[in-house]
């Protein structure tokens, strides 16, 4: 069998790993499982981790597990946390593991018939019986006070001036409880995470050699950064979600086509399944050639295809070149509505009364009443240098007319102003 450990460590995917873990996914297919936070009714792109992490499990002959936080969505992980979250209601967090769950099955192979199945479990599931007396006599009384006031995710909250509840205290062992049921249950002998669920991770294993005496492994990620020190998933809107509904297919290549040079290359080694031959041999076409963004360029194509489609991939890649390109007045008006929208994502919009169109407005009081221009003067001067494109195409006639037969679906008008400003103009 071939060495998952060994695969995860020349990509830069692990950090903390307990002894033992690597020989025992060396010796036999092993269940091991990674936990997703129903805190929204979608995965961001720091999910995708996991989710590549649990891909690579099942090509090499491992059995993935996921487990969806029904319960534990119920309490907040203080892990890395500065204040204690909002508490979901049961119907929301219920409609956020359906979800996720629809999610994740886009990434692993559930197919029963598979040796190595991929399972989903729900916390809930185990945790919706237990009494709290249950719990604190058959789970509590295994782990010490002390032992869990060293966890640096207690620790710190404690030390800072908001301070931890009991609620947020007991997470560690409801975290190591699941462990320990998969564990009995399900055969999973190993979890992972990110490193800052490192407290949380090794209290199962804990947990699971004092109350059943039985073996068990783990490892974690690093928690991923940007080299300028700036918090990796996070666009200028937000979350870089994985649902095209919350960050568009467009928006989510563009997410990856800009990331910085010095993080592509630990990017692509992380977020695409490229042997180290291809990716040693993208590197040296990049290496002097980075205006080319040859690393980003594939970057952006492998994972849109990973968490989209083919089709939203080339889509993304044209929809970019137009407003980059100048040959590309065909190709917008082609695009449907929703795709122009896309596209358009981030360009000032203005809004404008369709009796504008009907009464076929001349251009040079349109691009001064819509403040486009400061004044007409500018317009006429900029026009008359070739700086003036309405929907990519370059309008040199100062005398043109504009009427709604220029709009794109009937409803929007592109104009541009010099190399790099544009302005949709929205009729209502």
């Known amino acids: 069998m071939n060495n998952l450990i060994e695969e995860l460590r020349w990509r830069g995917l692990i950090q903390d790993i307990i002894p033992g873990t690597e020989e025992q996914l060396c010796k036999e297919p092993t269940a091991g499982y990674v936990g997703f936070d129903p805190t929204a009714d979608s995965l961001h792109i720091g999910s995708l981790i996991p989710i590549i992490v649990l891909m690579h499990l099942q090509k090499f002959g491992h059995k993935p597990i996921a487990l969806v936080g029904g319960a534990t969505g119920m309490v907040g992980d203080p892990s890395g946390k500065s204040e204690e979250r ?104 190993f979890q992972f995470g990110g490193s800052d669920q490192w407290g949380n991770i090794v209290t199962g294993t804990e947990l699971i050699r004092r ?94 295809c990973l968490v989209h489609s083919k089709k939203d991939y080339e889509f993304a890649v044209k929809a970019s070149a137009i407003l980059f390109s100048n040959d590309t007045a065909q190709t917008l008006k082609e695009l449907n509505e929703e795709q122009l929208l896309q596209v358009m994502e981030g360009v000032p919009s203005i809004e404008i009364d369709r009796k504008v169109f ?24 900029m026009l008359a240098g070739g700086g003036v494109f309405l929907n990519k195409e370059k309008v040199t006639d100062a005398e043109t007319k504009v009427n709604a037969n ?6 929007y008008l592109l104009v541009q102003k010099g190399k790099k400003n544009y302005y949709l103009l929205k009729s209502s």
Request: charged fraction near 30%; hydrophobic fraction near 35%; aromatic fraction near 14%.
């Open 86 to 189: 909002n508490l979901l209601s049961t119907e929301v967090l219920n409609y956020n593991v359906a979800a996720v769950k629809k999610q994740l099955e886009k990434f692993l192979d559930f197919n029963p018939g598979k040796e190595n199945a991929a399972e989903m479990v729900n916390n809930y599931d185990w945790f919706k019986d237990i009494t709290f007396l249950d719990f604190i006599r058959d789970v509590g009384k295994h782990i010490s006070i002390n032992y869990m006031m060293a966890k640096d995710s207690v620790r710190k909250r404690l030390e800072g001036e908001n301070g931890m509840s009991f609620t947020e205290f007991t997470y560690q062992l409801v975290q190591g409880y699941d462990f320990y049921w998969l564990n009995k249950n399900k055969n999973c002998k």
């Open 358 to 381: 009907n009464n076929n407005i001349d251009l040079i009081s349109l691009l001064a009443d819509t403040k486009i221009f400061s004044s007409k003067g500018e317009a006429r001067k």
């Open 211 to 304: 109350k059943s005496g039985g073996e068990a492994f783990a490892f974690t990620c690093p928690l991923l950064t940007k080299a300028d020190g700036g918090k990796f998933g996070k666009s200028e809107k937000g979350n870089v979600w994985l649902s095209p509904d919350k960050t568009s297919p467009y928006s989510f290549y563009q997410f990856w086509l800009n990331t910085a040079d010095l993080d592509a290359e630990r990017f692509i080694k992380i977020f695409t399944f490229l042997s180290k031959e291809e990716i040693d041999e993208l590197v040296r076409q990049h290496t002097g050639n980075e205006n080319q963004r040859i690393l980003q360029k594939k970057l952006a194509e492998e994972v849109t």
């Open 406 to 411: 220029f709009l794109l679906n009937e409803k």
